[in-house]
């Protein structure tokens, strides 16, 4: 007979919610929550104010809920202890010798990826996202790159849990068409992103894995388009090279 540790229930829900806030294209209202939890309305205040009182979470000017301070020193914390951030700096960063443009890292977070590090690029025109900022599946190199390596069954189903929202004009919203890009993309190990999370913007990504073949984070390089190399094994080489090199570290 298992035994059902007390709390445990009070708990999960305290962290459906805070994830619920946390992967929120913005920030949510108290509507929005209700909606989306299924929970009743005193359940929920007494969840948002179990959190608001840690300060995980805070209200907005606006009646909008975001995530608290104290989120940043956990963050901070376990960055600084992430193995796979460690392992990869010194190949993060001969990545962005090579290219000459701005290297993200991003491990899966719910139905986003998280960007876990980050070398900028040295040219003047850079990137504008920041270490911890969630990003989408769907549109980003790195999330696409994480899809790539997965197996087929477990691609469909994340690809089927996505919201797959439209932001840019290029965006792929259709989980067919997404899905027949990955699968194309996995007969060669990288995928490309021409503009879908953002206008100007072109990313080559490829997936990062553990020593059970199972992907654990996305790698991928970044560029203006205007700055766009014709030849893409500008990119592409030394990116693979990249994440092998990160891939066979972690196997080890």
Request: glycine fraction near 6%; include cysteine; charged fraction near 25%.
């Amino acid at each position: 007979m298992n035994k059902v540790i007390q709390g445990t229930k009070s708990f999960s829900r305290n962290i459906e919610i805070l994830q619920l806030i946390a992967d929120a294209p913005r920030p949510p209202t108290l509507t929005n929550i209700l909606d989306a939890s299924g929970l009743t309305r005193p359940t929920l205040y007494r969840v948002l104010a179990a959190l608001e009182a840690e300060l995980l979470i805070v209200i907005r000017p606006e009646k909008r809920y975001s995530l608290g301070p104290r989120l940043i020193s956990l963050a901070r914390n376990a960055l600084a202890n992430n193995d796979i951030r460690q392992i990869a700096r010194e190949d993060l960063e001969r990545l962005g010798d090579e290219t000459g443009e701005t290297v993200h890292l991003a491990i899966p977070s719910g139905n986003q990826m998280v960007i876990i590090d980050k070398i900028e690029s040295r040219e003047v025109v850079r990137m504008a996202s920041v270490i911890g900022m969630l990003v989408p599946f769907h549109t980003t190199g790195v999330g696409k790159a994480f899809l790539v390596g997965l197996k087929a069954q477990k691609m469909s189903d994340l690809i089927n849990r996505l919201p797959m929202e439209k932001i840019t004009s290029f965006t792929t919203t259709d989980p067919e068409k997404l899905q027949q890009k990955i699968i194309n993309a996995q007969k060669e190990g990288f995928i490309h992103d021409d503009q879908e999370n953002e206008k100007g913007i072109v990313c080559y990504g490829a997936p990062i894995f553990d020593a059970t073949g199972e992907p654990v984070a996305g790698v991928s390089v970044s560029t203006p388009s205007f700055r766009l190399d014709e030849n893409s094994a500008h990119y592409t080489q030394p990116l693979m090279t990249c994440a092998k090199a990160i891939s066979d570290k972690l196997s080890h």
